[in-house]
């Protein structure tokens, strides 16, 4: 299979023609040439007004529900969903049922999605069954292939088997991926603890059970001499934790939901259940604060934290609706229409080189004899994300509708590739 590229400005501060406008000749899913025109004969020319490529997206935490909640999303539904928001590779969470807690979950997720564009990454879980009791078989898992550690959604409550983990996972230089909750602080809570809980009569969850967990990993973490992701940071004081804790050495890297930067909790108030979600959604200022630690680079990554759900799972009243929304076809919409001024070659870092470099993912070079893991994009196109263009099982997104810029235009990964 060959195919051309046709003007498109390269997006990677590592090439040579970063920022500059080239055609792309790919041959059997090796970047053949790269130069300012290129006359060769393809098998498919790709050319878009405005089309931009950088090294193939990432997304670090996403649901496929697969085994066991496949009525919400499968293997092939996500993956679909993943190469329309522009993602060569995704991190997929072990909240199934059976749990992926043992390499033969492992196993099932890397053959089953062997022959997908988007390249499917196993997390495995750090306690057995997700139930925080005892650890899972790391070890195995990672051998098996597994790229990291998660309990996903359900984050490990007890301090002393996270230290454990913790401990364990350096044996092999692994990675234990958290997100920031401390359920025993106002469980019942549906959105962030605020004046706009209050007006809503809702019940709130407070800042402090992120600030806490927060607190509690980097400590964990620094004590074990061990590595740590933090997905889903959604406090200027959690990253401030985190950046004293990186000053003194603690091997710490987080990442932020594109959903965290767009909405905040006055956009409940027409108890969207779509937008229930958590780590919830904050007040106006701790958004700002949030951007602007995006902004200053504090933050490593953007992880789209997308979570199926099916329609009668959010059709029904806010305190019942089960939490989470669809986002990996908005990621890159969600970030351009919220920060506009956002630089693109800071939004590739974000979502393309450093995932890769902190979970060891192959190198992406957009260079020639190098293999072709590109993603293809639309930076300034202006567009509205319909029912009918969703590519997942559920349709559970607050963006349906909702003016945005900034469209994946198609990934290529090897010798399969996905165009829109």
Not at 150 to 168: C, E, F, N, T
Request: glycine fraction near 8%; include cysteine; proline fraction near 6%.
């Amino acid at each position: 299979m060959n195919l051309l590229i046709k003007q498109a400005v390269i997006i990677d501060p590592r090439s040579p023609f970063h920022g500059k406008p080239v055609d792309i000749f790919i041959e059997n899913g090796i970047i053949k040439k790269i130069d300012a025109e290129i006359r060769s004969t393809a098998d498919e020319e790709v050319f878009y007004e405005g089309l931009h490529v950088s090294p193939g997206w990432v997304d670090v935490f996403s649901h496929f529900n697969d085994p066991g909640f496949e009525n919400k999303e499968t293997l092939e539904s996500g993956a679909a969903a993943a190469a329309a928001g522009g993602f060569t590779d995704v991190f997929v969470l072990p909240n199934t049922k059976p749990a992926i807690d043992d390499k033969a979950g492992v196993e099932y997720i890397l053959k089953k999605s062997s022959s997908f564009a988007t390249a499917l990454h196993p997390l495995g879980a750090v306690t057995k069954n997700i139930a925080g009791k005892e650890l899972a078989e790391m070890y195995d898992m990672k051998a098996s292939g597994a790229v990291a550690f998660s309990d996903g959604i359900q984050p490990v409550q007890s301090s002393g088997l996270m230290l454990k983990a913790l401990q364990y996972i350096r044996a092999f230089d692994g990675i234990l991926m958290q997100v920031p909750d401390d359920r025993s602080l106002q469980p019942q809570g549906l959105m962030h603890e605020g004046i706009v809980s209050t007006r809503m009569g809702l019940p709130g969850k407070p800042a402090l059970s992120e600030e806490l967990m927060i607190y509690r990993d980097v400590k964990l973490t620094g004590y074990a001499e061990s590595k740590l992701h933090i997905s889903g940071v959604t406090l200027g004081k959690s990253v401030q934790i985190i950046e004293e804790a990186r000053a003194n050495g603690c091997d710490i890297t987080c990442s932020v939901t594109p959903f965290h930067l767009f909405f905040c909790d006055e956009d409940l108030a027409g108890y969207d259940t779509c937008l229930k979600v958590f780590p919830p959604l904050r007040n106006r200022e701790e958004r700002e604060a949030l951007k602007k630690a995006v902004a200053e680079g504090q933050v490593d990554c953007f992880a789209s934290h997308h979570l199926p759900q099916d329609y009668d799972s959010k059709t029904m009243e806010f305190e019942h609706a089960e939490p989470g929304m669809i986002g990996l076809q908005t990621v890159f919409s969600a970030i351009r229409t919220a920060m506009p001024g956002l630089a693109l070659d800071k939004i590739v870092q974000m979502l393309s080189l450093n995932p890769r470099k902190i979970f060891g993912l192959s190198e992406a070079l957009i260079a020639e004899d190098q293999p072709a893991i590109l993603t293809l994009f639309l930076p300034f196109e202006r567009w509205q994300l319909r029912r009918e263009d969703i590519r997942s099982l559920s349709a559970n997104s607050p963006f349906i509708g909702k003016e945005l810029t900034g469209k994946p235009a198609g990934i290529i990964h090897h010798q399969r590739y996905v165009l829109l």
